[in-house]
């Protein structure tokens, strides 16, 4: 399961062993728009063979958010090092950051 879905409570409840209703329970709890979406992808196998997993997956580049790049920039360049904090662990914050 991704992150998004776990968020929002569906878990490994929906996977009962017929991934077909597990498939549909999913499109119907993502609701309508994002069904929209859904039928735009361009996947390869046919419906039948489509798991959970899958579904989920294809939905993770539009469903994670992503980082504000100024904002970013700006935790960059306004990180203190705190009391008592080692440079090196100051440092590697820095860098943790910065990904």
Same mark, same amino acid.
């Given at each position: 399961?991704?992150?998004?879905? +776990?968020?929002?409570? /569906?878990? %490994?409840?929906?996977? %009962?062993? %017929?991934?077909?209703?597990? /498939?549909?329970? /999913?499109?119907?709890?993502?609701?309508?728009?994002?069904?929209?979406?859904? %039928?735009?992808?361009? #996947? /390869?196998?046919?419906?039948?063979?489509? =798991?959970?997993?899958?579904?989920?997956? =294809?939905?993770?580049?539009?469903?994670?958010?992503?980082?504000?790049?100024?904002?970013?920039?700006?935790? #960059?360049?306004?990180?203190?090092?705190? #009391?008592?904090?080692?440079?090196?662990?100051?440092?590697?914050? #820095?860098?943790?950051?910065? +990904?």
């Amino acid at each position: 399961m991704t992150i998004w879905m +776990r968020k929002r409570g /569906v878990g %490994d409840t929906i996977t %009962d062993g %017929d991934e077909i209703k597990s /498939v549909k329970m /999913v499109k119907y709890l993502l609701g309508s728009i994002r069904r929209e979406l859904y %039928d735009t992808f361009d #996947l /390869v196998m046919p419906e039948a063979e489509r =798991t959970v997993k899958v579904v989920l997956d =294809t939905f993770d580049p539009y469903m994670d958010p992503t980082k504000n790049g100024i904002i970013e920039i700006y935790r #960059l360049f306004t990180r203190k090092q705190e #009391l008592g904090e080692t440079i090196d662990k100051y440092f590697t914050e #820095l860098r943790m950051s910065h +990904r």
